[in-house]
């Protein structure tokens, strides 16, 4: 399986290049300094007046981390595959036992690893400083807290490889890596609401009267589509509810719209649980390396 021959040197090539390094110094620095702040400032007596903290911190920090993971993925991935075509090293790598599969697995896989094991060692130092101050169950969460953005990175791994694969050269795929971000971030609510007000008017002058009920139900099927979305209600679901952390998508800071509370009801539908939201996170991993892969095998090197 060459794939993994690519994967290996890609790593290695990241190793060398002391990118693996310098993401592991900042990760340490962005995910220990508010368990440090938090968990050793004097204004809270230290460790032993803070109970329940580590949810505390990971409730703040997820917003960080939603910013800072998928930027820093798509810096390391969007020109895996253009640089190698620009510079012509592709057709060296194709000339050995390598398909474009083999060399688009590779590089997703490369490019993963040199994001999350860095996201980890940072989370890992973190929870030397979370375990004095808390309980055995509140440190737990934090390392699926630390998973959950490790899987972020390689998300935004995978939909800037597929993209690079697409483009032409790198500019095409930062402006594409780029752009996808933006729409997730600042977009995508925006164009979502709008998308259902627009469907709910076109059936109401048709004569066909749409429930309050469904449209939360669409509005929060298409909020959790975004991997971004996806992540931090993941997150919320680790100390809250599932309902709850899907509520908190139509609040701000921890108050809920209390028209969509109504709405949903009492239960959710599987459909909006956590397992399903899993997978429409992972779908951004694989849906825009498959369609990079077709672009990449009809494309002129």
């Known amino acids: 399986m060459t794939w993994q021959a690519v994967a290996r040197k890609d790593f290695e090539d990241a190793i060398r290049s002391r990118w693996l390094w310098g993401l592991s110094v900042v990760f340490i620095l962005v ?8 968990l050793y400032s004097g204004d809270l007596g230290g460790p032993q007046n803070n109970a329940g903290i580590v949810q505390l911190v990971i409730f703040f920090m997820k917003e960080a981390t939603a910013i800072v993971v998928p930027l820093t993925a798509i810096v390391v991935a969007y020109a895996s ?24 697995a590779g590089k997703l896989l490369g490019r993963s690893a040199v994001i999350a094991i860095p996201v980890l060692i940072g989370f890992l130092v973190s929870i030397v400083l979370l375990v004095p101050g808390s309980s055995a169950p509140d440190w737990l969460t934090y390392v699926q807290f630390a998973f959950l953005t490790a899987m972020l990175g390689v998300v935004f791994v995978g939909v800037s490889v597929g993209i690079s694969a697409a483009a032409n050269g790198d500019r095409q795929a930062i402006l594409g890596s780029g752009g996808a971000f933006a729409l997730f971030w600042f977009g995508w609510d925006f164009l979502s609401n709008r998308l259902v007000d627009g469907t709910i008017t076109i059936l109401g002058d048709l004569g066909v009267d749409v429930a309050t009920a469904t449209r939360y139900e669409v509005v929060l099927f298409l909020k959790l589509l975004n991997p971004i979305q996806s ?30 509370q109504e709405a949903l009801g009492p239960s959710l539908s599987p459909i909006y649980g956590d397992a399903f939201v899993v997978v429409y996170m992972l779908a951004w991993l694989a849906i825009p390396i498959a369609l990079g892969l077709v672009a990449f095998r009809s494309a002129d090197l």
């Open 31 to 38: 995910f220990s300094f508010p368990a440090f702040v938090r």
């Open 231 to 260: 992540y931090k209600t993941l997150v919320d679901s680790l100390f809250m509810p599932a309902l709850r952390a899907r509520l908190q998508m139509f609040g701000f800071f921890l108050g809920v719209d209390p028209r969509a």
């Open 81 to 104: 595959i253009t640089r190698e075509r620009g510079s012509g090293t592709m057709k060296l790598l194709l000339s050995l036992p390598h398909s474009r599969a083999d060399v688009v």
